[in-house]
T-cell receptor
Framework: AQSVTQLGSHVSVSEGALVLLRCNYSSSVPPYLFWYVQYPNQGLQLLLKYTSAATLVKGINGFEAEFKKSETSFHLTKPSAHMSDAAEYFCAVSVGFGNEKLTFGTGTRLTIIP | EAGVAQSPRYKIIEKRQSVAFWCNPISGHATLYWYQQILGQGPKLLIQFQNNGVVDDSQLPKDRFSAERLKGVDSTLKIQPAKLEDSAVYLC?????????????FGPGTRLTVL
């Protein structure tokens, strides 16, 4: 079975600083990987997804993530944090056609310090 | 394009009562998902429909939870009777066909509080 581990339930960065949110996965087959963002009282919105094409994936709002098979990681980064990035971020994994359910990590709450 | 609609947005009930949630997916989306998100945790899939058939309900507590998707469009999720541990946000999502790497689009959720 697949699983996701997000290191750090809370991350604080200063406005303009680098954002790095960590995600490690476990899967017996090549995975599909996703990052979702959740703003207060809203549903989840897809930031980006890895689909076995390019290992460096660019998403919305200036975020990107790099798939590293050797490290089983899919960390999310943004060069310069903005106040509007404050939210909860979820990494998710899915495997195999016919088993498309997303298995989510426990989430990382990102706080931006003015 | 309208997103996934859910109602009600909030619901407070007492334990042992019943409750129902409604979801209207994005038009044309064949696959519909219900997730349960307990505070401090990531969403957990309860049930997945492909059109009006169930694909995966392995994590649905079938002794108290039920779900249906009539005519392959709208869906309802019911809890009867509710327990304290059912307090959570219930998220509905839909996708075009359900195959990977299809994007799942989420509704705003229904926040359930069981007293």
């Amino acid at each position: 079975a697949q699983s996701v581990t997000q290191l750090g339930s809370h991350v604080s960065v200063s406005e303009g600083a680098l954002v790095l949110l960590r995600c490690n996965y476990s899967s017996s087959v090549p995975p599909y990987l996703f990052w979702y963002v959740q703003y207060p009282n809203q549903g989840l919105q897809l930031l980006l997804k890895y689909t076995s094409a390019a290992t460096l994936v660019k998403g919305i709002n200036g975020f990107e993530a790099e798939f590293k098979k050797s490290e089983t990681s899919f960390h999310l980064t943004k060069p310069s944090a903005h106040m509007s990035d404050a939210a909860e971020y979820f990494c998710a994994v899915s495997v195999g056609f016919g088993n498309e359910k997303l298995t989510f990590g426990t989430g990382t709450r990102l706080t931006i310090i003015p | 394009e309208a997103g996934v609609a859910q109602s009600p947005r909030y619901k407070i009930i007492e334990k042992r009562q019943s409750v129902a949630f409604w979801c209207n997916p994005i038009s044309g989306h064949a696959t519909l998902y219900w997730y349960q998100q307990i505070l401090g945790q990531g969403p957990k899939l309860l049930i997945q429909f492909q059109n009006n058939g169930v694909v995966d309900d392995s994590q649905l507590p079938k002794d108290r939870f039920s779900a249906e998707r009539l005519k392959g469009v709208d869906s309802t999720l019911k809890i009867q009777p509710a327990k304290l541990e059912d307090s959570a946000v219930y998220l509905c999502a839909s996708s075009w066909m359900g195959g990977l790497p299809d994007t799942q689009y989420f509704g705003p959720g229904t926040r359930l509080t069981v007293l």
